[in-house]
């Protein structure tokens, strides 16, 4: 029978990247009695169905910086956490067909460049040798930056929850948060299945179910569960593991090297919000259609397995990231769009800082959940 404990500094909902990120900075800065309650196993909701991407490829400011923070991270892993996350440093391509497209990828590089991310604007012709599965026709330009990648998400979640565990956080799984408590304006509990638990802290790091959780503390969290899809190919021969994770940004088709053969995703204009992990036939179509304009020469490779997951979408595709309530000990990270595994690591000291009440390394004040309210949404580009 799951136990929990009955009294904690702080309980953080959620079990993905973000939660046991935050679980391990916590107890790493010395907090004592840090839980964390999670409905299924760890990473068992978004960060298990992901592509295990990263990049620093983005149009905000504190987008870049989070996700170079990330990456520093996910690049000393093994170091760090004793945890082998199958790091490729390969690079993200992304293939640009619009020429307004292009004016809005140079700025961005600008940016990420001043920020120190070795990002370029390339030509067709050098993202071809880069990526020779392509089909050029229609392109205009491509930009690539050497630094980005991808990894397994469950094995960096492993570490995070490994770490958190020896340095004395408690991570119980299989155990939904059901409420949270107040007296007055101060929370005094969050109650679970197993129990409750005394605390006068709260950090949601329930990814696509941040809104119902944000709304037991009074908070709107504007997140909604959007279904995205991945397949994976038979073996192909001659595939280059050191091939980049190629987007194509006009149709949001990508692909990357798995094993012997590719992981290939896209995102479905026709998706309507819901929690759909089912995989839909109907989504095939659109990726094939997207196959045979992009990368010919996978047309007639054969699939064999695949599965769906949720991205956690806000109205400008920007994280959810602040302290709430009236004594400001309700915690979130959510809403990344799709860039939640990329930016766990950093997030997980950003909670940490706003826990311990001393400044974050980058300012993500624009980041609060009020933001959609007074008009200051501020849209990040770089999402597919």
């Given amino acids: 029978m799951t136990r929990v404990p009955t009294r904690a500094?702080?309980?953080?909902?959620?079990?993905?990247?973000?939660?046991?990120?935050?679980?391990?900075?916590?107890?790493?800065?010395?907090?004592?009695?840090?839980?964390?309650?999670?409905?299924?196993?760890?990473?068992?909701?978004?960060?298990?169905?992901?592509a295990g991407g990263f990049?620093?490829?983005?149009?905000?400011?504190?987008?870049?910086?989070?996700?170079?923070?990330?990456?520093?991270?996910?690049?000393?892993?093994?170091?760090?956490?004793?945890?082998?996350?199958?790091?490729?440093?390969?690079?993200?391509?992304?293939?640009?067909?619009?020429?307004?497209?292009?004016?809005?990828?140079?700025?961005?590089?600008?940016?990420?460049?001043?920020?120190?991310?070795?990002?370029?604007?390339?030509?067709?012709?050098?993202?071809?040798?880069?990526?020779?599965?392509?089909?050029?026709?229609g392109l205009v330009a491509a930009v690539y930056s050497p630094t980005d990648g991808h990894c397994t998400p469950e094995s960096a979640v492993l570490g995070f929850a490994t770490t958190a565990r020896r340095l004395g956080a408690r991570l119980v799984t299989h155990c939904a948060a059901t409420g949270i408590e107040y007296d007055g304006d101060r929370i005094t509990a969050v109650r679970t299945e197993a129990g409750r638990i005394e605390t006068d802290t709260v950090i949601c790091a329930a990814g696509t179910w941040s809104r119902e959780v944000g709304a037991w503390a009074g908070i709107d969290l504007p997140v909604d569960p959007l279904r995205r899809q991945i397949v994976l190919t038979e073996p192909i021969d001659g595939i280059d593991p050191a091939t980049p994770f190629t987007i194509d940004f006009g149709t949001a088709f990508y692909f990357r090297a798995e094993g012997a053969g590719l992981l290939l995703g896209m995102?479905?204009?026709?998706?309507?919000?819901?929690?759909?992990?089912?995989?839909?036939?109907?989504?095939?179509?659109?990726?094939a259609t997207a196959v045979q304009r992009r990368a010919p020469v996978l047309a007639d490779v054969g699939l064999t397995t695949g599965w769906a997951?949720?991205?956690?979408?806000?109205?400008?595709?920007?994280?959810?990231?602040?302290?709430?309530?009236?004594?400001?000990?309700?915690?979130?990270?959510?809403?990344?769009?799709?860039?939640?595994f990329m930016m766990g690591p950093a997030v997980g000291e950003v909670l940490r800082d706003l826990y311990l009440g001393r400044p974050t390394f980058t300012d993500i004040s624009g980041f609060h959940a009020g933001r959609f309210a007074d008009a200051a949404a501020r849209p990040e580009l770089n999402v597919v």
């Fill in 9 to 50: 500094s702080v309980v953080i909902i959620g079990g993905g990247i973000v939660g046991v990120s935050a679980a391990c900075h916590l107890a790493a800065a010395g907090v004592p009695d840090v839980v964390l309650v999670e409905r299924g196993a760890l990473g068992s909701g978004s960060t298990s169905r992901a």
């Fill in 55 to 137: 990049r620093a490829q983005f149009s905000d400011r504190v987008n870049i910086e989070l996700a170079t923070r990330s990456i520093e991270t996910y690049v000393r892993f093994g170091e760090r956490f004793g945890q082998d996350i199958d790091l490729r440093q390969v690079g993200y391509l992304f293939l640009l067909d619009d020429p307004e497209t292009v004016a809005g990828f140079e700025a961005a590089v600008a940016l990420q460049n001043e920020l120190g991310v070795p990002s370029r604007m390339i030509s067709v012709a050098e993202a071809r040798r880069l990526s020779p599965l392509i089909g050029t026709d």
């Fill in 267 to 287: 995102s479905d204009p026709d998706e309507k919000p819901g929690f759909h992990t089912n995989r839909s036939e109907g989504w095939l179509a659109g990726l």
């Fill in 309 to 340: 997951g949720l991205y956690e979408m806000t109205p400008d595709h920007n994280a959810l990231i602040g302290a709430g309530g009236t004594d400001g000990r309700f915690l979130y990270a959510a809403g990344f769009s799709g860039h939640g």
